[in-house]
């Protein structure tokens, strides 16, 4: 999504002002801006909460492995819909408290409730019937779930309008925006390592003595107290933003196109989808060519960020789902692993662009790091493998953790791979705004075409990734497999097909999500 009261057709939009020479931004934006950049590291702290312990969780309510992923449907499906759906409305808000911050503030709201849902789940299952101990809870699952999609919506509520609102404190210049995203990257870095942080601490429901209870063990209870953490970061940070930063007001001129597209939006109920199809089109071959480059990219990246713990507790650590101690120990290992993976991230996220230039371009550097994406990927059955032949039993015949070697193998798996996503985060990102610029494009209309490469292959493996990793077993290596080829093909086709943007062509490089 992207900011301005005026959305055309893709191809008629100017972009060229991405190109100019910016003047110093004013101390006083900067603070303003940083404000509302902070907000990422209340949003990205829950993200981290739910990549890295809501797979295991969902199991430990009696949901198998091979449906798990279905939960994670909602992700992709509120990416797709939601936030273009309310970056467009908020486009186009006149509301007296802004275009933006209403949204913000709605989210935040939104999150509040669904953290609450989520963390006693099993708690308002049992008070409404669920049996206690092993076994499956369907009370607690359908208030899960719901409080789940209401989770996802709500993140995408709240993403869509912080991004806009700091393009509409930039002024639409593009040296102000690269300071804004390089600020709103630093927050979501920020945001991942306290939520991976959080996550690999077992001892935090401490903090939170209450949240133990008879249906809600030491994991459950932990999960519930990093979320009680998340509501407190984001609503402060919420909180702070929204009251000292405030919106200008519109010009006379802006209000009135402004009234005349919401008579419009009143005959068609979602215009930015017209304008989407309309500009599929029209799309010039090296976006589709980088679409399909990020399409494989992402069918290789999915199966990773869903299963990443799962795979450190049942391959690496030996446990099962609801055994209490391996199992934990490996989520809290595969945590410590993300945690690795994302101060890795956000160091490689600052030398993109100078590795781009050494190595020979951004096609090339995402090309060589697709490949090694792909090695990190298959590099999990040898890690696997090897935790499988090093198994230790104590004197009670009891399975013990996997060798220090193993563990320092998964966790490097982590961090490496930190690199190839800080690429994934921007480079096709930077390379859509480029080509939509040489074609005289909308960028923000070739943004959300790019998004649909990113939300549909999360799409395909939540359906399949599940029933495939059963097909072979219930394991997660099936579903790392496919990443690995996806990733190398995904090389390939970077390196040989993906045109390279040309060498004046400098725009500021929009870090993503993976919503």
Known sequence: MENGTKREGLGKLNVSSSLQVEQPLPQSKLWKIIMVASIAAGVQFGWALQLSLLTPYVQLLGIPHRFASFIWLCGPISGMIVQPVVGYYSDNCSSRFGRRRPFIAAGAALVTIAVFLIGFAADLGHASGDPLGKGSKPRAIAVFVVGFWILDVANNMLQGPCRALLADLSGGKAGRMRTANSFFSFFMAVGNILGYAAGSYSRLYKVFPFSKTPACDIYCANLKS????????????????????????????????????????????????????????????????????????????????????????????????????????????????????SVVL??????????????????????????????????????????????????????????????????????????????????????????????????????????????????????????????????????????????????????????????????????????
């Open 226 to 341: 990093c979320f009680f953490i998340a509501i407190f970061l984001l609503l402060g940070l919420t909180t702070l933003a929204l009251t000292v930063v405030r919106e200008n007001e519109l010009p006379e001129k802006e209000e009135q196109e402004i009234d005349e597209k919401l008579a419009g939006a009143g005959k068609s109920k979602a215009p930015f989808f017209g304008e989407i199809f309309g500009a599929l089109k029209d799309l010039p071959r090296p976006m589709w060519i980088l679409l399909l480059v990020t399409c494989l990219n992402w069918i290789a990246w999915f199966p990773f960020f869903l299963y990443d713990t799962d795979w450190m507790a049942k391959e690496v650590y030996g446990g099962s789902v609801g055994d209490g101690r391996l199992y934990d120990m490996g989520v809290h290992a595969g945590a410590l692993g993300l945690l690795l993976n």
């Open 346 to 515: 956000g160091f490689m996220s600052l030398g993109v662009e100078f590795l781009g230039k050494k190595i020979g371009g951004a096609k090339r550097l995402w090309g060589i790091l697709n490949f090694v994406l792909a090695v990190c990927l298959a590099m999990t059955i040898l890690v696997t493998k090897m935790a499988e032949k090093s198994r230790r039993y104590n004197a009670s015949g009891l399975l013990m953790g996997p060798t220090p070697g193993v563990k320092i193998g998964a966790l490097t798996l982590f961090a490496v791979l930190g690199i190839p996503l800080a690429v994934t985060y921007s480079i096709p990102f930077a390379l859509a705004s480029i080509f939509s610029s040489n074609a005289g494009s909308g960028q923000g209309l070739s943004l959300g075409v790019l998004n649909l490469a990113i939300v549909v292959p999360q799409m395909l493996i939540s359906l399949v990734g599940g029933p495939w990793d059963d097909l072979f077993g219930g394991g997660n290596l099936p579903g790392f497999v496919v990443g690995a080829v996806a990733a190398a093909a995904s090389g390939v086709l970077a390196l040989t097909l993906l045109p390279s943007p040309p060498a004046d062509a400098k725009p500021g490089v929009t870090m993503g999500g993976f919503h």
